[in-house]
């Protein structure tokens, strides 16, 4: 009984110092400042939706540089999880319409030649 004891204590203190540990790593950790990934795809950012009806939604994004190819947008479906069909496009904006009622996610991301940008999402749009 006692050595099941002292694995327990043992036990609680490794899961304290882990829990430290993780908290000072992930405390000097910073993302990038320039709203780029790593790879050098310039993110998308400041995604609004700008109008929507019964079966549309538009939306609209800011870029933090020109991608080579454009951007990929694609919504999500909440009730059925269905996922469209990726559209590219050069456009700062978009619609998607012929939407059936249901709680959705949009997605853009920035398309370069080898990469893409980190990604931005406007989520719980309910039609």
């Not at 999880?81 to 559209?87: E, K």
């Not at 456009?91 to 319409?97: D, E, I, V």
């Not at 939407?99 to 996610?105: C, E, N, R, V």
Request: charged fraction near 15%; glycine fraction near 6%.
């Amino acid at each position: 009984m006692e050595n099941a004891q002292k694995i327990q204590k043992r036990s609680a203190f490794l899961t304290v110092l882990f829990v430290a540990l993780l908290a000072q790593i992930l405390q000097s950790y910073s993302l990038p400042q320039n709203k780029e990934t790593v790879t050098g795809c310039p993110e998308p950012y400041n995604l609004t939706v700008t109008g929507q009806t019964s079966s549309t939604i538009s939306f609209e994004w800011d870029e933090s540089g020109t991608p080579d190819i454009g951007y990929k947008v694609w919504y999500h479906r909440s009730e059925d999880n269905f996922i469209s069909p990726p559209v590219i496009t050069t456009n700062l904006y978009h619609t998607f319409s012929g939407l059936s009622s249901g709680t959705y996610d949009i997605h853009v991301v920035a398309v370069c030649e080898a990469d893409y940008s980190g990604g931005i999402i406007v989520v719980d749009i309910v039609l």
